[in-house]
C-alpha cells in the first residue's frame, strides 16, 4: 500500500485485491469515497473523487518515493487463492480468447453462459478476462519480475485457462 511518512509519500505496489465498487480484481488505489479500496477504471468514473482523495494522500508532500517492493515501508500482500477466487461469496465469471463468457465452479471447471448478470449487493461477481490479465502476464510469469506470481498461483491460472500448459511448464521449471 502506500503510505505518508512525515512529508514522503511511499507509492509501493499495492497487489491486487478486490475492488470495492465493481468486484473485480485488480491492483487498487485508496481514492474511493471514503477511502474505498478502487481499481483504475473505477477511479476514473469518478474523477472528482479520486483527485480529493488523492489530494488528501498527497497534503503536505514533499518527495514521492516509488517503491519496487524491495525495502518496502509495509509488507507487500500477496494474493492467494481466497482473494482471488472468492467462492464462499461471489459468483466468478471469466472470458478467454473465444468471445464465450464462462461460469467458473469451485472446483476450477467452468461451464459455458449466455451473458455476465448485472452486479448487486445481494449477487456480488467477479469477472476476468483473460485479455486483463495477457497485459500483466509478462511480469507475473517473469522469474526475476518483482510481481511475479507464486507457483500455486500460476497453477490456479493455469487450471482456469488464463495460462497455458506450456507457459507453465516454463515457469515452474528452475
Ligand atoms: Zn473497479
Known amino acids: ?40 477504471e473505477c477511479g476514473m468514473k ?26 518496502n515501508p509495509n509488507e507487500k500482500k500477496s494474493i492467494n487463492k481466497e482473494v482471488l477466487l472468492p467462492f464462499g461469496t461471489h459468483t466468478i465469471y471469466i472470458t ?33 478476462h483473460k485479455a486483463q490479465f495477457d497485459y500483466a502476464k509478462g511480469n507475473k510469469l517473469n522469474k526475476f519480475s518483482d510481481f511475479k506470481m507464486s507457483e500455486e498461483m500460476a497453477k490456479i491460472y493455469n487450471k482456469i485457462g488464463f495460462i497455458s500448459d506450456l507457459e507453465l511448464v516454463k515457469f515452474l521449471e528452475y
Open 1 to 40: 500500500m502506500s503510505i505518508k511518512i512525515n512529508d514522503v509519500f511511499y507509492v509501493s505496489p499495492e497487489g491486487e485485491d478486490i475492488c470495492e465498487y465493481c468486484g473485480k480484481i485488480a491492483e487498487l488505489r485508496p481514492y474511493g469515497k471514503n477511502g474505498a479500496n478502487i481499481c483504475y
Open 46 to 71: 469518478d474523477t472528482e473523487t479520486t483527485q480529493e482523495m488523492l489530494g488528501k494522500c498527497a497534503v503536505g508532500v514533499k518527495k514521492v518515493v516509488i517503491s519496487t517492493g524491495h525495502n
Open 96 to 128: 478467454l480468447d473465444d468471445d464465450k463468457i464462462y461460469k467458473l465452479n469451485e472446483d476450477l471447471s467452468r461451464e459455458e453462459v449466455q451473458d455476465i448478470p448485472q452486479a448487486s449487493r445481494e449477487n456480488p461477481i467477479v469477472v476476468m
